[in-house]
Nanobody, 124 residues
Framework: QLQLVESGGGLVQSGGSLRLSCVAS????????IAWFRQAPGKEREALLC????????NYADSVKGRFTISRDNFRDTAYLQLNNLKPEDTAVYYC?????????????????WGKGTLVTVSS
């Protein structure tokens, strides 16, 4: 069983930056694709970015293109989401998720493991 714990959320002004972390335990991240999602108040969960172990990445959301970056450090079993040039509409709970080990690609947003989320609030 893979456990995922996000951190790094908080309150930031519009235009600011944050780096979210997702620490995995229980199993190694080596065999999983890692993705970040978010859910804003009153809205459905939205897939943002995904990164396969081999380095191939997928951007699911045009709204974050050029502003958010996904990365991973398998040695530390940690994934990251760098959020730059934040806007009030980025306010949401951000979740990391993992897909694998058999199907460990980013061709689907059907994730096997989920964290509990970290709240990002962007003030105008």
């Amino acid at each position: 069983q893979l456990q995922l714990v996000e951190s790094g959320g908080g309150l930031v002004q519009s235009g600011g930056s944050l780096r979210l972390s997702c620490v995995a335990s229980g199993l190694t991240l080596d065999y999983y694709a890692i993705a970040w999602f978010r859910q804003a108040p009153g809205k459905e969960r939205e897939a943002l970015l995904c990164l396969e172990n081999g380095g191939s990445s997928t951007n699911y959301a045009d709204s974050v293109k050029g502003r958010f970056t996904i990365s991973r450090d398998n040695f530390r079993d940690t994934a990251y989401l760098q959020l730059n040039n934040l806007k009030p509409e980025d306010t949401a709970v951000y979740y990391c998720a993992a897909r694998g080990p058999v199907l460990s690609d980013c061709n689907s947003v059907d994730m096997k493991y989920w964290g509990k989320g970290t709240l990002v609030t962007v003030s105008s």
